[in-house]
């Protein structure tokens, strides 16, 4: 069936029962170009999402996603649990039913042009939940306009992806870059071929993505790597993070980034199904690492650090830093708001080092009809 051809209104036999609550929803596609792959095309009613901090310094932040759900299909993603939202699954409904903002650019402007907005000019982040250079992205092209209009407002902004395409865009950003703060950040964490295959099938390859930050570099503009996440007894090896960090340093990054894996509940589950299949003789010390909790102890995250600062060093790299509430790469045009920041709340980041951090939370506007019981795997 070809897009051209869906009628817009209609919805097809493949919308979801949960989807079906909304009544935003303009259609659902499938078609041949992504074999597996339902989209579900709905009016946004916000574009802006703002995301609550942990600190009088840093007391919120604010982000847009285009798209909700990611063909990525990482095994470890921390923004699985938001799919139940919609009755949607935490597992294969997350990697293949992918809701669609398709007038995100046109209600954004309506939100950027408020007075209100105009006074502060936030940073926005994008990124920090599904990622916005997802494969639809080549179908979609959503994000050309919400550049045009971040820069237009005068909003300074950031991205965070793992997707070659934003090559795409970058004569945009770099216009954009002579109006605004744009902070660019590469998501590489694995650099053995057959390992990051496995456990994000849906992502390009460690090569293409350090040729992007290559191409980033070339256009004048900034580039992170997030080595994130760091898997414990796969990734963190001396081996695996010396030949990681030289080839950071070859694609001329400005900045590297690093944590080791957590695992949320719904994720956990998820991810042992991954490691159940790919790599049994970890299940006992995955279970051991991650007993009733979320994060890697703080001891394997201090023997992490004494491990991969010295190979920073080595490769002459400098430590990026992070978004204290979005998770993201830190907006330039924030400042140094990390001082004196004392997090509050339940949920903390902690980083590598064991430092705690201020809470990261994820949300996005949604009808209270959508709310579901916690959804199986599958």
Known sequence: MRWENQELGVESDDALPGLAKLN??????????????????????????????????????????????CSHACSYCFARPTHKYLELNVGRDFDSQIIVKVNVAEVLRRELARPKWQENRHPVALGTNTDPYQRAEGRYKLMPEIIRALAEARTPFSILTKGTLLRRDLPLLAEASRQVPVDLAMSIAIYDDELQQSVEPGTPRAKERLATVTAVRN????????????????????????????????????SVLYTALHLKPGVKEWFTFWLEREHPELIAKYAELY????????????????????????????????????????????????????????????????????????????????????????
Request: hydrophobic content about 40%.
């Open 24 to 69: 935003n929803l303009v259609r659902t596609v499938r078609t041949p170009e992504f074999d597996g792959i339902v989209f579900h095309e709905i009016l946004a009613k916000s574009a802006l999402n703002q995301v609550p901090g942990g600190s009088k310094v840093m007391p919120y932040a604010w982000t847009i996603n285009p798209y909700r759900g």
């Open 219 to 254: 256009a004048g503009l900034d580039c992170s790597v997030f080595m994130m996440p760091i898997l414990p007894f796969l990734t963190d090896t001396t081996e695996h993070l010396d030949f990681a960090l030289s080839q950071v340093k070859a694609s001329g990054a400005t």
């Open 291 to 378: 007993q009733g909790r979320t994060y890697a102890p703080k001891e394997y995250r201090q023997w992490l650090a004494r491990r991969i600062k010295p190979l920073i060093a080595k490769h002459g790299l400098t430590r990026g830093r992070e978004d204290l509430v979005t998770g993201g790469i830190e907006s330039s045009a924030t400042g140094d708001r990390r001082a004196g920041v004392v997090p509050r709340g339940r949920a903390t980041r902690i980083d590598a080092d064991g430092e705690r951090r201020t809470p990261l939370v994820f949300f996005e506007e949604m009808d209270a009809a959508t709310l579901a019981p916690e959804p199986t795997l599958f």
